[in-house]
C-alpha cells in the first residue's frame, strides 16, 4: 500500500522556471491538499480538492495553480518559481467526513535560486 | 483567524519520564484536533484525533484530551523512549472549510 507518493523529492530551480510537483493517492480519498512548511510558519494550506474536476484555494495561494482531472492524483503547479517559494512541499489525502485520518507524502524540498 | 501555539517549542527528557506537550487554540469553533508526528526529513503521521464532542482519545502509550472551551489539548505520552523523539505538531480544524491550522510543533529529545 503505497499511501500518498510525492516526486520529485528534491528540486533545484531559477527564478522564473515553472515545475509541477506530482502528488498520488491509492487509497480512494475523495479529499486532496497541498501545504507548504517554512521555518516559524509551520505548515500553511495552499490548495486542496474535494473530488476530481473540484477544487479551491486555500491560506496561501498566489503563485501556484491546481487541477484535480482523476481522484489519485493532484498535482501542484509553479508557473514562474520565485526565491520565496523555497520551502518543503507536502501532499496530503483523506477521505471526506468526520474523524478521518489525513494521510501526508513524504514531502518535497524546493529550492529556488 | 485561528491561531494554534505548542509549548515548548523543544522539550529534553530522559528516558522514561512521562511527559506532557501542549496545544492551544484561539478560537473554539473547531471540528477536530489532531495530534501528528514528524520525524526529520519526513511527513507528518497521524497520531490522535479528538472530535469535537469527545475528551480524550487514547493509543498505546499516547492519550490526548481536548478542552474546547478552554482552547486547550495536551499530549501526553508515558513512559517515554529515545524512538519518541521527533516533532509533535497539533492541528485543529475548523467548523468552516477543510482547513487545517497547524501550530508550530514540539521537537522532543528523549535521552537514552
Known amino acids: 500500500n503505497a499511501g500518498v507518493t510525492q516526486t520529485p523529492k528534491f528540486q533545484v530551480l531559477k527564478t522564473g522556471q515553472s515545475m509541477t510537483l506530482q502528488c498520488a493517492q491509492d487509497?480512494?480519498?475523495?479529499?486532496m491538499s497541498w501545504y507548504r512548511q517554512d521555518p516559524g510558519m509551520g505548515l500553511r494550506l495552499i490548495h486542496y480538492?474535494?473530488?476530481?474536476?473540484?477544487?479551491d484555494q486555500g491560506e496561501v495561494p498566489n503563485g501556484y495553480n491546481v487541477s484535480r482531472s482523476t481522484t489519485e492524483d493532484f498535482p501542484l503547479r509553479l508557473l514562474s518559481a520565485a526565491p520565496s517559494q523555497t520551502s518543503v512541499y507536502f501532499c496530503a489525502s483523506r477521505r471526506q467526513g468526520s474523524g478521518n485520518t489525513i494521510y501526508f507524502g513524504e514531502g518535497s524540498w524546493l529550492t529556488v535560486v | 483567524k485561528q491561531e494554534v501555539t505548542q509549548i515548548p517549542a523543544a522539550l529534553s527528557v530522559p528516558e522514561g519520564e512521562n511527559l506532557v506537550l501542549n496545544c492551544s487554540f484561539t478560537?473554539?469553533?473547531?471540528?477536530?484536533l489532531q495530534w501528528f508526528r514528524q520525524d526529520p526529513g519526513k511527513g507528518l503521521t497521524s497520531l490522535l484525533l479528538?472530535?469535537?464532542?469527545?475528551r480524550e482519545q487514547t493509543s498505546g502509550r499516547l492519550n490526548a484530551s481536548l478542552d474546547k472551551s478552554s482552547g486547550r489539548s495536551t499530549l501526553y505520552i508515558a513512559a517515554s523512549q529515545p524512538g519518541d523523539s521527533a516533532t509533535y505538531l497539533c492541528a485543529v480544524r475548523g467548523n468552516a472549510g477543510n482547513m487545517l491550522t497547524f501550530g508550530g510543533g514540539t521537537r522532543l529529545m528523549v535521552k537514552p
Open positions: 478560537d473554539s469553533a473547531i471540528y477536530n
Open positions: 487509497m480512494n480519498h475523495e479529499y
Open positions: 480538492s474535494v473530488g476530481a474536476g473540484i477544487t
Open positions: 479528538i472530535q469535537s464532542s469527545q
